[in-house]
């Protein structure tokens, strides 16, 4: 669930998914970012051994993809672990 909504359309359905990865964000206050600036990794060590915040690549908790209303993909971020 994120803010408040399921993106899940039934419980047994597994399309959306919390996953480690590493994000590229212009601005920390983002809450979901196109699936383009998302490298999905194995877990929170090989998340953080990739993250540069100087470079404004980030260490997070996301879950995705979901598709926006215009089409887009996107993964909410859960949580930025190196901000």
Same mark, same amino acid.
Request: no cysteine; net charge positive.
């Given at each position: 669930m994120? +803010?408040?909504y399921?993106? /899940?359309? @039934?419980?047994?359905? +597994?399309f959306?998914k ?5 994000? @590229? !964000?212009?601005?920390?206050?983002? /809450?979901?970012v ?5 490298? !999905?990794? /194995? +877990?929170?060590e090989?998340? *953080? &051994?990739?993250? /540069? ?15 926006s &209303?215009?089409?887009? =993909? *996107?993964?909410? !971020?859960?949580? *930025?672990? +190196? =901000?």
């Open positions: 994120v +803010n408040g399921s993106l /899940d359309p @039934h419980p047994k359905a +597994n959306a919390e996953q480690f990865a590493v994000v @590229h !964000i212009p601005r920390l206050k983002r /809450d979901r196109p699936s383009s600036s998302v490298e !999905i990794v /194995d +877990n929170l090989g998340a *953080l &051994s990739k993250s /540069d915040p100087s470079k404004k690549l980030y260490a997070a908790k996301v879950v995705g993809p979901a598709r &209303s215009e089409g887009v =993909s *996107l993964y909410y !971020i859960v949580q *930025l672990y +190196n =901000s």
